[in-house]
């Protein structure tokens, strides 16, 4: 009977040891799951490009219509020199597909030659005659984009683009150098009746602003998470350029301008866009006790 009650208080002391052991046990910490990734944020960004134009132009008219009446064959050619671009802007990241911004471009100046080739009736015959034309133009260009990226891969991201505005078109030193042709032809039979009759006049500078609109497509790499490079391609249509009043070599003056219509430029440009917000730090390391 006693060695009974000795194991009963035996246990119990046991238990009793056990369980103060179990309560000096620190409790062990609940698992640290990793945050939740960071929510797509936008954030304001600067941006800067350079480039060149590959400009046309559809034609070159006198603003007085009557001029051109009884042509009976027109034939136009014309050239622009390729020139610099330099633009600034600022714009805004929404998210990682969408940004949009504001830019002003000033498009420098390029040289430019026409030739027109034309026949047009004299008296009872047909005469001929070219007019060449040369002047400088230049723009100033404001425009609002938007841009949709595409996805990015191994850093580079491809974009597609538009945008809308206003461009202020200068068009200076413009010269207009005829040539008419006195050799005529009546009925088909050659009538000679003098020398060729050279012309000339010269207009000052002139401008216009249009409304201006562009497409635009690249790509931009991620040089850090706040520095990208950018290499774009952009389709622009700079609306029409005027010259100022027309004057003869002897001084009179028409009234009338020379209309360059429909301008528009294929441009290649290099930039950068600078993000202003810090982007957020790295979650700290998992530490766990025990």
């Not at 009884?70 to 390729?82: H, K, R, W």
């Not at 330099?86 to 911004?101: E, K, L, M, S, T």
């Not at 009736?121 to 230049?138: F, H, I, M, Q, R």
């Not at 998470?225 to 002897?250: I, R």
Request: hydrophobic share 40%.
């Amino acid at each position: 009977m006693r060695s009974v009650k000795f194991l009963i208080a035996a246990g119990a002391a046991c238990l009793l040891s056990t369980a103060a052991f179990a309560a000096d046990m620190p409790i062990a910490a609940p698992p640290m799951y990793p945050p939740p990734p960071p929510v797509d944020f936008g954030g304001w960004y600067l941006r800067g490009d350079i480039g060149f134009s590959n400009q046309s132009v559809k034609d070159v008219k006198l603003s007085n219509p009557a001029s051109y009446q009884g042509l009976s064959s027109f034939n136009q050619t014309t050239d622009f020199d390729a020139a610099g671009t330099y633009q600034i802007g600022v714009g805004y990241q929404f998210n990682n597909w969408f940004r949009a911004d504001i830019t002003g471009q000033y498009r420098g100046r390029s040289n430019f030659q026409g030739t027109d080739l034309i026949t047009f009736p004299w008296g009872g015959s047909t005469a001929s005659g070219s007019d060449n034309y040369s002047a400088s133009k230049s723009e100033l260009l404001i425009l609002a984009n938007a841009y949709a990226d595409l996805g990015t891969w191994w850093c580079v991201t491809p974009f597609i683009g538009a945008g809308v505005g206003a461009a202020r078109v200068s068009i200076s030193n413009f010269t207009d150098s005829g040539l008419n042709n006195a050799n005529y032809t009546a009925l088909g039979v050659p009538v000679v009746s003098g020398p060729p009759v050279a012309s000339f006049a010269s207009a000052p500078s002139g401008s216009k602003w249009n409304f201006a609109w562009a497409l635009h497509a690249g790509l931009g790499y991620q040089v850090t998470p706040n520095l990208t490079l950018e290499l774009a391609y952009s389709y622009v249509n700079l609306g029409d350029g005027v010259t100022g009043v027309v004057s003869t070599f002897d001084g009179s003056a028409g009234g009338h301008v020379f209309n360059f219509r429909n301008i528009t430029s294929n441009d290649v440009t290099l930039g950068v866009r600078w993000n202003l917000d810090t982007p957020p730090p790295p979650p700290p390391p998992l530490v766990t006790k025990g």
